[in-house]
């Protein structure tokens, strides 16, 4: 498995500001994800953080909005950029293993903007 | 039709019974399978990896029908503990993964 941790893990915000959200994994993996969870909603993926080169974004999700970042194997941030409260989300970090494809999630970033 | 589909209940059932989720993912090249369960306001956690031969850890039971398209998860003799949203995972070759809405499951006393 892979421990990750992200910070924060919450933050109220007002709208028109950013945030960092920062995820760090204890080994070196080639696949970080970023997700956003609604409240009471199944996990929507934003990006596919790549090392090196530009993040992979999926369809409704742009570069403007949520610039991503990955220097390395073991880190990378998400910045949700010029918020408004439809923002207001759960945002989750995560890996996947190279050997068994599975998919392990950070404690998430709550977020609430106002 | 979304990707991976799920009962999303709610399941209540009195503890010790045993329930069971299915879900249907449509996209024939999905390779990859697994349950994922989410507490309250917690992050997903992995359950189980789901195989073709099917995988049993404890009370807890996966099964893959590919001619069908549809994954499995059996839990015996639940427990209160068990109480959450359960989440069906599929990953076709060379995509990304494919969460289901999930089924949220009530284990009560």
């Keep these: 498995s892979a421990v990750i941790s992200q910070k924060p893990s919450r933050d109220i915000c007002q709208r028109g500001t950013s945030l960092t959200i920062q995820c760090q994994v204890d080994s070196q993996v080639t696949m970080m994800f970023w997700y956003r969870q609604q409240p009471g909603q199944s996990l929507t993926l934003i ?17 403007d909005k949520f610039p991503i970042s ?22 989750l970090c995560s890996v996947e293993l ?11 970033t709550r977020l609430t903007v106002t | 039709r979304k990707e991976v589909e799920q009962d999303p209940g709610p399941f209540n ?3 010790g019974a045993t329930v069971a989720f299915n879900c249907t993912y449509s996209n024939s090249a999905s390779q990859s399978f ?27 039971t996966a099964q893959l029908n590919r001619a069908s398209q549809y994954i499995s998860l059996l839990i015996r003799d639940s427990k209160l503990s068990d109480s959450a949203t359960y989440l069906c995972v599929a990953r076709p ?10 089924t949220r499951l009530s284990v009560l006393p």
């Design chain 1, 70 to 91: 990955r220097p390395n194997l073991t880190f990378s941030t998400l910045t949700v950029s010029n918020m408004s409260p439809e923002d207001s989300s759960i945002y």
């Design chain 2, 13 to 15: 059932v009195p503890e």
């Design chain 1, 47 to 63: 990006a596919t953080a790549n090392q090196g080169s530009e993040a992979t974004y999926e369809s409704g999700f742009v570069i």
């Design chain 2, 93 to 102: 070759y060379g995509q990304n993964f494919v969460f289901g809405p999930g």
């Design chain 2, 34 to 60: 697994f349950w994922y369960r989410q507490d309250c306001r917690k992050e997903p956690k992995l359950l189980m990896s789901v195989y073709s031969s099917g995988n049993e850890d404890g009370r807890f």
């Design chain 1, 98 to 108: 190279a050997q068994t494809h599975e998919q392990y999630f950070g404690p998430g």
